[in-house]
């Protein structure tokens, strides 16, 4: 007995359906990698700051705010430009991916998933450090 598969009878249109749904992905991956980028210029931004408020006490205070201010907003951003990635990435999937029957986007959940989790990690234990 000979266990063979079968090809999976694959069209143009089912390999344009494809061929968009990994762009899809990719354009979700790049997205991503935006936001932990802004994520990350943001606890630079704030650990400079508190470095310059510990460590150089007769620097102008409001630097060491100013540096607070703008940490705050690249933080917001990242997690904006994360949340606003999540969602175009599950409407196009849903629009493109429910024609092949390919509703599983376990991979995309787990990325979500894992750059909350490292938010949440490094917020709290900045908290701890500093307070």
Known sequence: MTDEKKPLPLDTNSLAVMRTLL???RTFLAWCRTALGLLGFGFVLE???LYLKHFVPDANPLMSQDLGMLSLFALFSGMLVLVGAAVRFFSIEKQIGSKLGRMTPFPEVLVLFAVALVLIISVFSG???FN
Do not use: D, F, T
């Open 127 to 129: 908290k701890v450090i």
């Open 23 to 25: 762009a899809n992905e």
């Open 47 to 49: 650990k400079a700051g």
